[in-house]
């Protein structure tokens, strides 16, 4: 009789098909460290597993913090893998590398990382590829083993996580040598930036991107402004996180009613060459009719949405000039009792720009500082039951000026407090 390992969960392919509503982001990344830990284990013994897949990955428990969540089962094609490697063609259609569905071709431990990707790709999708395999059997081995996968994040609207989805790109490299080792994969997923990086997101300007500054995260549509520029122009731009994130997945719909409507381009080149012609028969006969037929032309279709209309929903440059000058901080303001947002920019020359966030047309100088403004801080002071609001200006020159919060929307305000150093600022402000 054989005693053996109670894994109360079952396997992972349960979990992706029945309760993947429970697969937090911090249940896969554990659950993904944990088969990596196995497999480095393996091809320390010089051991190749050759069948990793979600049926043979059994989960212990569902808590992030446990010290064991998943281990790897089922070694029976398991095999002691030599310098040389091997060549019997074993393993799952749609679970493993291309080297060993082909057959006849000598694999080593690179193999089992090509089914590691696989294996994560269907943690991050929550087991959306094994649905669709189901439905379609044939294809399912044919795009694992071309790595020509759906992009997860556009097709299956999952939240981006960078970090991860480069890790299985790199895993799912077409040469075995260019994959990384079972070893280095779990390195990967335990560094730091892996677990906190969100997004890798692209400011859509030419110019060097210097400070940005963000709303809080408890508002309805959080967004990110992006302050940049070079000696003679300034630019903002804004990012809505939200909004954002729809953006791959609308230029997909975009594309495919492209495909779909195919020729309408063809049609629009053509309309425009009769039209060209029937003028130039016009010119030459000196009829008032376009054509022999008398018939105008076929209009052109309405052009299709670009894809770089997307880019602009999602990144909007609010000005190709803001300023003349590099914007070099920023700062949102919420003036008291009001609920209108300004952002304020410090400039390289040493204006203090003001815009209205609402309307994106408002702006104007606040004041024309004598140095380059290097930090801008607005704060409040409650003193005897009264609340003050003041904005701090530090510029290159060691000066900090102190305005009042009124002056966010005056045009070259006066009320100005201006001092050399921090405590005489303040001393000033608590009177």
């Not at 590829?129 to 044939?138: A, H, I, Q, T, Y």
């Not at 939200?242 to 080149?269: D, L, M, P």
């Not at 070099?328 to 947002?341: D, I, R, S, W, Y």
């Not at 609001?389 to 530090?394: E, H, T």
């Amino acid at each position: 009789m054989l005693v053996m390992e109670l894994a109360s969960k079952g396997s992972l392919d349960r979990l992706l098909q029945q309760d993947c509503g429970c697969l937090t982001r911090t249940l896969q990344h554990r659950i993904a460290v944990h088969v990596s830990d196995g497999l480095r284990y393996l091809h320390s013994a010089m051991i190749i597993y050759r069948d990793l897949k979600p049926h043979n990955v059994l989960l212990f428990t569902l808590y992030p913090n446990s010290a064991v969540i998943a281990k790897i089962a089922d070694y029976g094609i398991a095999q002691y893998c030599c310098r040389m490697g091997i060549k019997t063609s074993e393993g799952t259609p749609g679970f493993r590398a291309p080297e060993v569905a082909r057959g006849n071709v000598i694999y080593n431990q690179q193999a089992d990382v090509y089914s590691f990707g696989l294996l994560l790709y269907d943690i991050l999708t929550s087991g959306a590829r094994m649905v669709e395999g189901l439905k379609f059997p044939s294809e399912f081995d044919e795009l694992a083993i071309n790595g020509k996968l759906p992009d997860p994040v556009k097709e299956y609207n999952c939240p981006p996580w960078p970090e991860v989805e480069v890790l299985i790109k790199k895993c799912l490299k077409e040469n075995p040598q260019e994959r990384p080792t079972s070893a280095k994969v779990y390195e990967i997923l335990n560094s730091a930036e892996l677990l906190c990086l969100m997004r890798n997101l692209v400011v859509p300007s030419h110019l060097t991107a210097e400070c940005i500054v963000t709303t809080s995260p408890r508002v309805r549509n959080p967004t990110v402004w992006v302050g940049s520029g070079s000696t003679d122009k300034g630019q903002i731009s804004s990012l809505n996180l939200v909004k954002g994130g729809h953006t791959c997945e609308r230029e997909r719909r975009v594309n495919i009613a492209r495909r779909e409507e195919g020729g309408r381009q063809e049609k629009a080149e053509d309309w425009a060459s009769r039209g060209a012609r029937q003028k130039k028969e016009k010119r030459s006969n000196n009829v008032e009719e376009a054509g022999d037929s008398g018939e105008e032309p076929e209009r052109p279709p309405k052009p299709e949405e670009d894809p770089l209309s997307c880019l602009i929903s999602y990144f909007k440059n609010l000005f190709s000039d803001f300023s003349d000058s590099r914007i070099l901080c920023l700062a949102l303001v919420t003036l008291p009792g009001e609920k209108e947002q300004w952002i304020l920019a410090g400039t390289q020359s040493g204006e203090i720009v003001s815009m209205l966030t609402e309307d994106l047309q408002t702006k104007h100088c606040i004041q024309k500082m004598p140095d380059s403004i290097t930090c801008l801080l607005f704060c409040c002071v409650v003193k005897q039951s009264q609340k003050k609001c003041f904005l701090f200006v530090g510029t290159a020159n060691g000066l900090i000026t102190v305005f009042d919060d009124a002056a966010v929307k005056v045009k070259f305000t006066h009320e100005v407090l201006q001092s050399s150093d921090y405590t005489t600022a303040f001393r000033r402000i608590e009177h």
